[in-house]
């Protein structure tokens, strides 16, 4: 079955500490690999993808993620967080010409 | 480039009556729409996917009688929501899809906040 796993409901860390954010797949064919945010109320803006090639991936405002096909991970990380990455976070996975299959979401909070 | 909106931002509309959400791409075509509802703290799902000029296709438990798509044009797809009670209140998302095959690439969205009272 195809399915995304987001395992960390809520995750608080310090402004600049470092963070990691984890999604594991499970996916018949060749994975498309996306990491979206969502601010409250507002719809999902795209961190970073993954198509092929590098299995490092770099993003916007300074969000990394590394595909790791023997894990059928997609983890994503920061360096140093700042407050205002504090949000939702989605990882989705879709096939070519498929839809997507969205995890359940972390939410981060960030302590000053 | 690729932005898709949504209109109306947020309604409120009284039970029994229909409300219409509109979703546009801006500056591309989108051979395909998809729109998705999100309940408070949980993550998106998937309602329907439609393709300009077909019928659009319902994921499994949705209704398609209570949620009319119609995807008139490249740039323009909507969503109906007929007879609406408390319980369709919730947040709907849509996004749009460039071309078929090109990396399945999603643009979405702002969303829009529906209050069925």
Redesign the interface.
């Known amino acids: 079955a195809q399915s995304v796993t987001q395992p960390d409901i809520h995750i608080t860390v310090s402004e600049g500490a470092s963070l990691e954010l984890r999604c594991n797949y499970s996916y018949g064919a060749t994975p ?1 690999l ?1 990491w ?1 945010v969502q601010s409250p ?6 961190l970073l ?1 993954y ?1 092929s090639g590098d299995t490092l991936v770099q993003g916007i405002k300074g969000f990394e993620a590394e595909f790791k096909r023997s894990q059928s991970s997609f983890n994503l990380r920061k360096p140093s967080v700042h407050w205002s990455d504090a949000a939702e976070y ?1 990882c989705a996975v ?7 299959i ?4 972390t ?1 981060l909070s960030v302590k000053p | 480039g690729a932005v898709v909106s949504q209109h109306p931002s947020w309604v409120i509309c009284k039970s029994g009556t229909s409300v219409k959400i509109e979703c546009r791409s801006l500056d591309f075509q989108a051979t395909t729409m998809f729109w998705y509802r999100q309940f408070p703290k949980q993550s998106l799902m998937l309602m329907a996917t439609s393709n300009e000029g077909s019928k659009a296709t319902y994921e499994q438990g949705v209704e398609k009688d209570k949620f009319l798509i119609n995807h008139a044009s490249l740039t323009l797809s909507t969503l109906t929501v007929t007879s609406a009670h408390p319980e369709d209140s919730s947040f709907y998302i849509c996004s749009a899809r460039a071309s078929p095959g090109t990396g399945t690439e999603q643009y979405f969205g702002p969303g829009t906040r529906l209050t069925v009272t």
């Open positions: 498309y996306f979206y109320g507002q719809g999902l803006q795209l993808k198509f989605f879709g096939g070519l010409y498929s839809t997507f969205f995890g359940s979401g939410r």
